[in-house]
């Protein structure tokens, strides 16, 4: 069956906000560059319009991996947006997600209506396209707020990290300074990290042991309560 509606209704879009941590360096976010206008060649977060056919989450699965080859990842729902100056075409709603990855597996591959994909430390941001510095804005206020309850920086950590590597992500994300013996006290003492009995590799200095966060373990403490909390 069949029907007619009596008001017109707006479009329905998708943008991702992808966080990643280069422990060399700083927490990054992923942008493409448009290949098509509005704000043709300007830099924007990966998204696009949902199809009559899918999901939002389907959509914005696609979008990412259509506009950067980033595939695979967990997107969980941050906001929706719809200011009614938005969108310069027209009426347009988005939902936005946002998602943590390891750079090391995911190497990006401009695609679609993207010429370019790059990562960009949040400290020199370029200029963005539509609302996505708003959008950005929002998945950074959540990442600071949910890493303070949840092991949830581990996903941008390679599989085997330093307590260097691990302190240095949440002083990026949080953009404080942390006391180096506090924060590997609290964390060791939670019992959550696996020594892999392995060392760091090519570093001039005296090598730090590599550590993995034991996710098994995280699983069956929270069902009794467990609290993470650093």
Same mark, same amino acid.
């Given at each position: 069956m069949s029907y007619t509606y009596d008001y017109p209704r707006p479009a329905?879009?998708?943008? &991702?906000?992808? +966080? =990643? +941590?280069?422990?060399?360096?700083?927490?990054?976010?992923?942008?493409?560059?448009?290949?098509?206008?509005?704000?043709? =060649? $300007?830099?924007?977060?990966?998204?696009? +319009?949902?199809?009559?056919?899918?999901?939002?989450?389907?959509?914005?699965?696609?979008?990412?991996?259509? $506009?950067? =080859?980033?595939a695979d990842v967990f997107l969980e729902q941050l906001y929706t947006f719809g200011s009614l100056q938005r969108d310069p075409r027209e009426r347009v709603v988005?939902?936005?997600?946002?998602?943590?990855v390891s750079l090391q597996g995911h190497p990006l591959q401009a695609?679609?209506?993207?010429?370019d994909a790059q990562w960009f430390a949040l400290s020199t941001l370029p200029s963005l396209g539509f609302d996505h510095r708003e959008?950005?804005? &929002?998945?950074i206020a959540r990442l600071r707020s949910k890493i303070r309850y949840e092991p949830i920086g581990f996903e941008l950590l390679p599989k085997k990290f330093t307590l260097s590597q691990l302190q240095r992500l949440y002083e990026q994300i949080l953009e404080r300074e942390l006391d180096k013996r506090n924060f590997r006290k609290k964390l060791l003492k939670m019992d959550l990290l696996i020594d892999t009995e392995e060392k760091e590799q090519s570093v001039?200095?005296?090598?730090?042991?590599?550590?993995? +966060?034991?996710t098994t373990k995280y699983i069956e403490l929270k069902k009794t309560g467990f609290n993470f909390e650093l």
């Open positions: 329905l879009t998708v943008d &991702c906000v992808v +966080f =990643g +941590f280069e422990p060399a360096s700083a927490l990054k976010v992923l942008l493409i560059r448009r290949k098509l206008p509005p704000y043709e =060649g $300007e830099w924007s977060l990966p998204g696009g +319009f949902v199809q009559v056919s899918e999901s939002v989450d389907d959509a914005a699965v696609r979008e990412l991996q259509e $506009e950067t =080859g980033v988005s939902v936005a997600y946002y998602a943590l695609a679609t209506d993207a010429s959008i950005l804005e &929002c998945a001039a200095h005296r090598a730090a042991k590599l550590y993995a +966060f034991d």
